[in-house]
């Protein structure tokens, strides 16, 4: 997350994810090589650019591939992924007078305004990803015959 008033530029995104990978090597070297993930994700944000912004809540699916390389205890994994997501939102606006607030772009009766009342849907890339990380525990796999 960061923010410049100073500019009204904000990015805020809060996003959980639920997602499973299944990789395709023997049981002796899991976790390495290449695989296919799929995941499942909710996402609440607040985007503002210059005078205008959009604020709203979505959720998504994707499938995607991906691979991951091993170096002891640390890794770098590369992917990508297709999905959908889905999104409800209202645009705002920055207001130029002495208070400096934001306001939701609505220019009808304000008692027939409801919340997240615009609609984004996209199909296409949902992910691209280059991650370098530690294994903090460790783990190794055991083949089991």
Known sequence: MWRHPESHRYLQINNFTLWTRYYFKPRENRYRGIYVLGNLNAARYGIGWDAKGW???????????????????????????????????????????????YYYDYTGDPDDFSPRNKRLTWFGPTRVYISVGVDLFNRKTKDRR
Request: no cysteine; aromatic share 30%.
């Open 55 to 101: 604020e709203g809540e979505g959720l998504g699916i994707s499938l995607g591939t991906g691979y991951k390389w091993v170096f002891g205890r640390f890794f770098i994994d590369l992917g990508a992924a297709f999905g959908f997501f889905y999104s409800g939102f209202d645009p705002y606006v920055y207001g130029f007078d002495e208070r400096e607030w």
